[in-house]
């Protein structure tokens, strides 16, 4: 069995798809139920993200490989034995390869979309799996009432059951020292722009310098500004999904990014005879490639200086933590959940209850309003 990427020789309805994954096997003739398979998961609207290639690409070559190495029939469903095909090779990676859960998770849920289209196919005549009920921890703490299910979900039966894996997040203590040490002005608005507005690091990177404005000479008197990021308005802007949604960032910190674009964002823009539409550019004056990868770094570097392991995604989990205390505190029309949801651009509101486990960990001492403290934390800094 072989993996290959395709060429820009690979057209379909007359676009190349440079980076494809195509299955071969070993008399590299196609492996035509998977490579039909990735044409119809990867290529459809509701995926369309070359991201989601080398994952489900990678994962179906595993697979394939293990029936082949094992001499076993993928459409072998009824095998008259007490383990299916499918949870042989999920034993296999949590067993033999010593794979994480989250790992062969993965991996099955791409193995089980596959068996899901080959039944509409009519390729087997069942599925190798079911579902079954389980019970989920229950969530404790103010918004319990949004887990309607009583605490009863329906989820694969192949599927390991996923440990509690809680996102780490900053304390105001570290955001204060990793400020501090952010002594490059660039670098500093970058980490701000990620703990005060939760975008991911791609949504950093492409950020548009045409969504920022004036809020004093705008004649609006909203305490928090709403910011529409729409991948389709021409500005570049990069989202998960390429969806649309609004974010809200307070007025404070968008005039701080104003005068961050007059002040020194000009200067670097200098570097370069053109003129991009990202916010943040490098230290050539370009933006940012490979999905803001440089920005990685540089969080990352600034970290390590003051003995921290932070990454961009942590800033975006310290957003959603500190924000759904913020507003749990300071009750008002807004349903604290829906609006770190939205803000996040989570599909679904269980995606964000992950961060209901953390709060509820925070010291009560250590709840203040999230956006005025981290405010204050700058004039020290």
């Known amino acids: 069995m072989e993996l290959v990427w395709a060429t820009e020789d ?28 990735l044409r119809h998961y990867l290529l459809r609207g509701a995926i369309g993200s070359v991201k989601s290639w080398p994952s489900t690409g990678r994962a179906l070559y595993d697979f394939f490989s293990f029936l082949q190495v094992h001499d076993l029939d993928w459409r072998d469903v009824d095998r008259g034995e007490a383990k299916s095909t499918v949870a042989a090779y999920r034993d296999y990676c949590l067993v033999q390869c010593e794979l994480a ?15 899901e289209y080959a039944q509409t196919q009519r390729w087997v005549i069942r599925l190798p799996f079911s579902y079954e009920e389980r019970t989920v921890t ?11 299910s009583g605490g009863k979900v329906m989820a694969n039966d192949l599927m390991p059951r996923s440990g509690r894996m809680l996102p780490k ?17 660039h670098h500093r608005m970058m980490i701000r722009l990620g703990l005060q507005s939760g975008l991911r690091r791609e949504e950093i990177a492409t950020f548009p310098l045409a969504y920022i404005f004036d809020p004093d000479k705008s004649h609006r008197r909203e305490r928090n500004i709403r ?21 809200y960032v307070s007025r404070r ?25 990202p916010l943040f550019l490098s230290q050539f004056g370009e933006p940012f490639a490979n999905d803001g ?15 921290i392991n932070v990454h961009p995604h942590m800033l975006r989990h310290t957003y959603a933590t500190h924000t759904l205390i913020a507003l749990q ?24 209850m992950v961060y209901l486990h953390l709060i509820n960990e925070l010291a009560d001492s250590a709840v203040l309003a999230y956006d005025d403290e981290l405010s204050d934390s700058l004039e020290t800094a």
């Open 227 to 247: 910011i529409h990021l729409d991948p389709h308005d021409g500005h570049g802007m990069l989202t998960k999904g390429s969806k649309a949604r609004d974010i």
């Open 329 to 352: 505190r300071n009750r008002g029309d807004v349903e604290p959940l829906v609006f770190v949801q939205r803000q996040l651009g989570h599909s679904s509101i269980q995606t964000t």
């Open 293 to 307: 990868k440089g920005i990685e770094r540089i969080v990352r570097t600034i970290g390590k200086k003051v003995g």
């Open 138 to 148: 229950r969530k404790t703490g103010f918004l319990a009432h949004v887990d309607a």
């Open 101 to 115: 859960r989250s790992t062969t998770r993965q991996r099955l849920h791409y193995v089980c979309k596959f068996y």
């Open 169 to 185: 997040f900053l304390s105001m203590g570290e955001i204060r020292a990793l400020l501090q040490a952010a002594e490059n002005p």
């Open 10 to 37: 690979l057209v379909i309805a007359g676009r190349p798809y440079t980076g494809f994954p195509i299955l071969l096997w070993d008399t590299m003739e196609s492996c035509v139920p998977a490579n039909d398979f």
């Open 253 to 277: 910190f968008l005039s701080d990014l104003h005068r961050y674009v007059v002040q020194v964002r000009s200067e670097r823009s200098s570097l370069s005879p053109a003129k991009y539409k």
